[in-house]
C-alpha cells in the first residue's frame, strides 16, 4: 500500500495563476481532508469530505475550492493564487467509523511558493 | 471555539534525557486527544490518543494521560534517543457527529544531541 500520496512536492506559481493539489489513498478511507501548515500556526483546515461527491469547508476556506469525484481522490484547487497561500499543504484520510475516524492518515506535503 | 496549546519550541536536550511537551487544551464536551509526529521532510504520523478521561496513551516509550480536571495531555519519555527529533503536535478532536478534522497546536519542535 501506497498509503496517502500528493502531487506535486513542490511548485512555484506566480500570483494569479491557478493550480490543482492531488492526493490520492488506496486504504479505501471514505473521509479525507485537506490542511495547510503555516510556520507558528500548526496545521489548520481548509475542506473536507464525507464521501464521494460531497465536500464542506473547514477552517480556512476561503480562496480554495475541492472536488471528490472518485473515493480515492480529494482534489485542491487556487483559482487565482495569492502570496498568502504559500504554505505547505497536507492531505489526511480516515476511516468513517465512530472510533476509527479519530486516526488520521496523512501524506508527505506539498510545499507551494506564491511569488 | 477549540483551541490546543503547546510549549513553544525548539526544546534542546541531550541523548537520554527526561522529556516532556506540554499540553492544554480549550473545549466543550469530552474530546478526544492525541499527539503526532513529523520528521524531517515528511507527513504527520499518529504517535499515541487517548479518547476519555484518566486514559493513557502510549507508544515507542512516549506517554500522555488525558487529565480532564486540568485540561492538558503531556506528552513525557524517560530517555530520549537521537532518532527522537522531529515536531510534535498536540491536537484533539471534538466529536460532533461528523467528520470534522483535528485542531492541532502549534507544534514543538525537538532537538536531541548525542
Known amino acids: 500500500n501506497a498509503g496517502v500520496t500528493q502531487t506535486p512536492k513542490f511548485r512555484v506559481l506566480k500570483t494569479g495563476q491557478s493550480m490543482t493539489l492531488l492526493c490520492a489513498q488506496d486504504?479505501?478511507?471514505?473521509?479525507m481532508y485537506w490542511y495547510r501548515q503555516d510556520p507558528g500556526m500548526g496545521l489548520r483546515l481548509i475542506h473536507y469530505?464525507?464521501?464521494?461527491?460531497?465536500?464542506a469547508k473547514g477552517e480556512v476556506p476561503d480562496g480554495y475550492n475541492v472536488s471528490r469525484l472518485k473515493k480515492q481522490n480529494f482534489l485542491l484547487g487556487l483559482e487565482s493564487a495569492a502570496p498568502s497561500q504559500t504554505s505547505v499543504y497536507f492531505c489526511?484520510?480516515?476511516?468513517?467509523?465512530?472510533?476509527?475516524?479519530?486516526?488520521?492518515?496523512f501524506g508527505p506535503g506539498t510545499r507551494l511558493l506564491v511569488l | 471555539g477549540d483551541s490546543v496549546t503547546q510549549m513553544e519550541g525548539p526544546v534542546t536536550l541531550s541523548e537520554e534525557a527526561f522529556l516532556t511537551i506540554n499540553c492544554t487544551y480549550t473545549?466543550?464536551?469530552?474530546?478526544?486527544l492525541f499527539w503526532y509526529v513529523q520528521y524531517p521532510g515528511e507527513g504527520l504520523q499518529l504517535l499515541l490518543k487517548?479518547?476519555?478521561?484518566?486514559d493513557k496513551g502510549s507508544n515507542k516509550g512516549f506517554e500522555a494521560t488525558y487529565r480532564k480536571e486540568t485540561t492538558s495531555f503531556h506528552l513525557e519519555k524517560g530517555s530520549v534517543q537521537v532518532s527522537d527529533s522531529a515536531v510534535y503536535f498536540c491536537?484533539?478532536?471534538?466529536?460532533?457527529?461528523?467528520?470534522?478534522?483535528?485542531?492541532f497546536g502549534k507544534g514543538t519542535h525537538l532537538i536531541i544531541q548525542p
Open positions: 469530505s464525507v464521501g464521494e461527491g460531497t465536500t
Open positions: 486504504m479505501n478511507h471514505e473521509y
Open positions: 489526511a484520510s480516515s476511516y468513517s467509523a465512530v472510533r476509527m475516524r479519530e486516526t488520521q492518515y
Open positions: 473545549a466543550t464536551g469530552y474530546p478526544s
Open positions: 491536537a484533539l478532536r471534538r466529536d460532533k457527529g461528523g467528520a470534522d478534522g483535528l485542531t
Open positions: 487517548a479518547t476519555k478521561a484518566d
